[in-house]
């Protein structure tokens, strides 16, 4: 008997690319449609407040990035700021000095 025949690929499809998933996207695509046609009203009216919430979110996530260069961030770096070699170093005086 040819037991290459009874095993199929080890590697199973990713859930996206099954027969589920897009019935799942089929199915969300149809009820966001109809609940955009039917409640538009209720959406439009509801975008500015959504806005407004939505921005201590972008808050967050834009921040998230910072760390580099030092000073005002001492959470990223082990708890102490970075020393800043420029404000250490004294400046010449300016005049007619020589």
């Given at each position: ?13 990713p859930f996206w690319r099954s027969r589920y998933a897009i019935g799942l996207l089929v199915m969300g695509g149809i009820a966001t449609y109809f609940l955009l046609s ?61």
């Amino acid at each position: 008997m040819n037991h290459d025949l009874l095993h199929h690929d080890s590697n199973p499809a990713p859930f996206w690319r099954s027969r589920y998933a897009i019935g799942l996207l089929v199915m969300g695509g149809i009820a966001t449609y109809f609940l955009l046609s039917e409640h538009r009203a209720h959406f439009l009216g509801a975008l500015p407040l959504l806005l407004l919430l939505s921005c201590p979110l972008i808050h967050v996530f834009m921040h998230h990035g910072h760390g580099g260069g030092g000073g005002g961030h001492a959470h990223h770096h082990g708890g102490e700021p970075r020393p800043n070699p420029s404000a250490s170093t004294p400046t010449p005086p300016t005049g007619d000095r020589p």
